[in-house]
Every structure is written in structure tokens, then in C-alpha cells.
């Protein structure tokens, strides 16, 4: 295990102490800020155009995850549903994101399809698409299946996320990309056993490269959200010493970190999304931003000195 490795499962294991998240809900909002656009939906569509000025496009995402009740769950898909109107009234260039458990999947599967269902309708009546968020693996069955069976329905503005530290993926990435499903393409920022998930760095970048060449080689929409310069590189020579078009794949990464490489890569030609999070419930999403690699950790460190 790397060093990088390393640091990522002690952060994470230390951010689940109810005594250190007390903590950093108390003093961390402002630092936080740095990964999320805004409490409301309104500061998250003011930064939208910020970015799409920039020739960003952007995934909006509305921060929350394992509810404990499923009247939770409602509020979240109605605050979806308002989402997707407003990215259609202010005409920006934004898809959608989601997760399914705020949506109410460990508490009532069925109910959580509808809920994910009303909100994937309403984005097809506005020609939006959605991603549903991958979670850890005691999800990752039923995610997958949710997306096909709303595929299967005709409702096929709707992708999701796959991990590549998992030992199932090349087998998932195969079925979901017969089946025409649209992919984001991540390494993983979730804590998992040795029993299902790579535990070596450089065994979850050979099978990273691995499904973003089953991709691009069978000319399926690749996106490809790392902020790697190795992997970024690697992409750019790939595509390029293959004849594969720019607009053939993506380059996403995270609201905050490298904003200025994500306007350069627009400018380059390349197509560059930016995931975007706002709402109160930020605790979970920063912790696995900082758990990521040690430079976001200093960099909060510095900015709590300046």
C-alpha cells in the first residue's frame, strides 16, 4: 500500500468519528466553501454561468446522502425537480447529478426508483440528462439496476458512475455499455476491503485505462473525471495517436480543484465538465475530497492560517 493510499483510508476512517464530524461542522463551513458553489440553488446557477463563460460545462449536484427517513427522500426530489427547471430557465449548459440513497434507497428501494424516476421525467421533458451518483458497494448492484430498468422503460437521459478500484467493473462496464448507458468514469473515493476492491494505486490505474480504452475504442461518450495529469496526458496521446475525436470524450473534475487547468483544457479544444455541489449537507462530500490526496488537506491547512 502507497503512501497516497494510506493517508486516504486513515482520513476516512477518522472522519466517520461522530466527535471529529461535531467538529468540523462547527468550524469547517468556510473551508469547505472552497469545494461547494452555495447553500441555494440560485448561488449554484449563478456559478453555472461563471463557468459556461469559461466554456465549463458543469454537473449540478445537491449535496445529501443517507437519509433516515423516507420522507427525506421527498424533499430531495422535489429540490431535484426545481433544479432541473432552473438549469432550463437560465438556459445554462449543466446536467444533473444524484445520489440514489438520498433518494431513499437503503430504506425503501421501490419508493427510491419513483423518486429517481419523477426526477429523470422531468429532465427528459427539458432535454437534460442525469447521473446517479455511485455509492459504496452495498449499492452498487442496485444503482446499476435502477438505470436499466430505467432504460428499459424509454427513459435513457440517465447514466451512471463506475468505480474502477472494484473488481467487478470491467464485467459492469461491459453489460452498460451494450446496453447504450452513459458512463462516468471514476477510481474511487470510497473506503472498501481487499474482499471486492483493488488495494494498490497502481492496480486501480491499470484498470482505469483499461474501461476508458474499452470506450473510446468502441466509440462510446467517454467521460473521464480524474484530476491525474497522468491520466489526463495519457488520454490526450491515446485519442490523438488513434484518430479519436475531442468531442468523442470528457475530461470532469471537481468544483474548486484546478479551475484554472479546467478553463485550459476548454481553451485547448477539449470538452470539460465541472462537478458542482451545493446545499448545507457537505460533510460526507468533503471529507472524501480530502481524503483524495494529501495536497487538498494542506491546501485547507494553508488557507486556515491565512
Known sequence: MDRTELYRKVLLSISGNKQVEKLTLKYGKKLAGKFIAGDTLAEA??????????GIMVTLDHLGEGIKQLSEANGYKEEYIRLVQGIANRGVRSNVSLKPTQMGL???????????RAVVREAKNHNNFVRIDMEDTPFTQATIDIVLRLHAEGLTNVGTVIQAYLFRTEEDVKRLIESRVNLRLVKGAYK??????????SEVIDNYKKIIRMHLDQGVYTAIASHDDRIIQWVKEYAAQNGIPKDAFEFQMLYGLRMNDQ????????????YMPYGTMWYPYYTRRLAEKPANLWMVVKNMFK
Open 263 to 274: 478553463e485550459k483544457l476548454a481553451k485547448e479544444g477539449y470538452r470539460i465538465r465541472c
Open 192 to 201: 472498501e476491503s481487499g474482499a471486492v476492491a483493488y488495494q494498490h494505486m
Open 45 to 54: 446557477l449563478d456559478e453555472i454561468e461563471v463557468l459556461n463563460g469559461k
Open 106 to 116: 437503503a430504506i425503501d428501494p421501490e419508493a427510491c426508483y419513483h423518486n429517481i
